[in-house]
Structure formats: structure tokens, C-alpha cells
């Protein structure tokens, strides 16, 4: 069961910018860092932020992190047909001693 | 070229076991941990939990434990998931990942990077 909360789904026309939302508590994203994955139809997830807001290499810099208080967002400026995807946020969860994830965002670009 | 490469389907019946395999290469196993994540069919992404590949102490996600029993073959770069008493429910794609570090000297987090190409289990009489 997820304890991070996303919308199901965002979507944009091509050069907008979408942003995705992932909520969470105290115990997970309030004290701990916030990591986005993106996972295609098909295919296993792929990091796409690390650390609230740090791009892995190779991560276009369209795609942007942020996190305030219990809650942290994923930008995609600039939206393009290639970044339709599914993403899905995790963070630490204390109370858990594990992994927790977002119910996952689809992202569709109109 | 780190990979990770994941045995193939399986169907089994309920109440059975299934020991997934994820064979490691392009980096040296035994300096990082590997980790477990499910995927039910349209559902979203589960932890299961991971292990460490060098001191082979393992951590499972709570709702796991007493199923779930991870394992290396450091020989071979290899890592093992089984998991026992299966239910319908256990009906999921299972991804292995490595457990990478990432971010700057006194920052360093630990990243799911790369994922293996994942394995379906299906689970039905």
C-alpha cells in the first residue's frame, strides 16, 4: 500500500510545464530526502532525482525537483512527447524503517 | 555497463514458493546492496526491502517479513528473492535494483540504480 500520495494523473501540450505532486508525513518526506522515478510502459522504473532535487547524469534539466515540509513536487518544464511516462515519488519513512513510494502520477502530454 | 538481468516468468499455484534470480555485472557485486521492488498488475511501485551483498544482512519491508527470504551468490554476482506461501495478491512484476550511492562527500544518498528488466509472477490455481 502506498503511503505517499500522488495525483493519478497531469497532462500538458507540448512546451508547457506539468507538475506533479507527492504528499507525504512527518515520518517519510518531512525528514528525509524525496527520490522521482520515471517508469515507461513496459519497462522497469529509471532514477530521475535524487535528493530532492539533484539530476543523475544524463537527466535533461527540464526535469526539476523541490520539496517543502511534508510535501515535495517534480516539474517538467518545456514538455515533450517523449516524457510521457508514468512517475512515481519515494522517500524514507521512519516509522516503517523502509521505502516508501507514491501512488504514481501518468503523465500524458496532450 | 552496470546491468542487471532477471530470470523469467513464472506461474505458480497458490500456497507454493518462487525464488527469483537477478545476475549482476559491469561492477564489483559485493560493493553494493540489492534491492526488491514490486509492481501488481496497473498498481504502483512496493519496497520489499534489500540486502547487503558485502556483510549479507538483509532488511524487510514490514508486510513482508516471514515470506520474504533474500540471498547472494557472490560467486557468480547473483541475488535471490524467494518468497513463500504465495496468495493471488502476490501476482506482480518484481524488479531488482542496485543500490547505488549518489550525491556529494557528506551527503551521500542511496539511489535504486540501474533496475533489472523484471520478472512476472503470476500466481493461480
Known amino acids: 500500500q502506498s503511503v505517499l500520495t500522488q495525483p493519478p494523473s497531469a497532462s500538458g501540450t507540448p512546451g508547457q510545464t506539468v507538475s506533479i505532486s507527492c504528499s507525504g508525513s512527518?515520518?517519510?518526506?518531512?525528514?528525509?530526502?524525496v527520490y522521482w522515478y520515471q517508469q515507461f510502459p513496459g519497462t522497469a522504473p529509471k532514477l530521475l532525482m535524487y535528493?530532492?532535487?539533484q539530476r543523475p547524469s544524463g537527466v535533461p534539466d527540464r526535469f526539476s525537483g523541490s520539496k517543502s515540509g511534508t510535501s515535495a513536487s517534480l516539474a517538467i518544464s518545456g514538455l515533450r512527447s517523449e516524457d510521457e511516462a508514468d512517475y512515481y515519488c519515494?522517500?524514507?519513512?521512519?516509522?516503517?524503517?523502509?521505502?516508501?513510494f507514491g501512488t504514481g502520477t501518468t503523465v500524458t502530454v496532450l | 555497463q552496470v546491468k542487471l538481468v532477471q530470470s523469467g516468468s513464472e506461474l505458480k499455484k497458490p500456497g507454493s514458493s518462487v525464488k527469483i534470480s537477478c545476475k549482476a555485472s559491469?561492477?564489483?557485486?559485493?560493493?553494493?546492496?540489492i534491492t526488491w521492488v514490486r509492481q501488481a498488475p496497473g498498481q504502483g511501485l512496493q519496497w520489499m526491502g534489500w540486502?547487503?551483498?558485502?556483510?549479507?544482512?538483509?532488511l524487510y519491508a514490514q508486510g513482508f517479513t516471514g515470506r520474504l527470504v533474500f540471498s547472494l551468490d557472490t560467486s557468480t554476482g547473483t541475488a535471490f528473492v524467494q518468497i513463500s506461501s504465495l496468495k493471488s495478491d502476490d501476482t506482480a512484476m518484481y524488479y531488482c535494483?542496485?543500490?547505488?550511492?549518489?550525491?556529494?562527500?557528506?551527503?551521500?544518498?542511496?539511489?535504486?540504480?540501474?533496475w533489472g528488466q523484471g520478472t512476472l509472477v503470476t500466481v493461480s490455481s
Open positions: 519515494t522517500a524514507w519513512d521512519d516509522s516503517l524503517n523502509g521505502y516508501v
Open positions: 512527518n515520518s517519510n518526506i518531512g525528514r528525509n530526502y
Open positions: 535494483a542496485r543500490v547505488a550511492i549518489a550525491g556529494v562527500p557528506d551527503d551521500e544518498v542511496y539511489v535504486f540504480d540501474p
Open positions: 540486502m547487503n551483498s558485502n556483510t549479507g544482512k538483509s
Open positions: 559491469g561492477y564489483s557485486f559485493g560493493n553494493n546492496a
Open positions: 535528493s530532492n532535487n
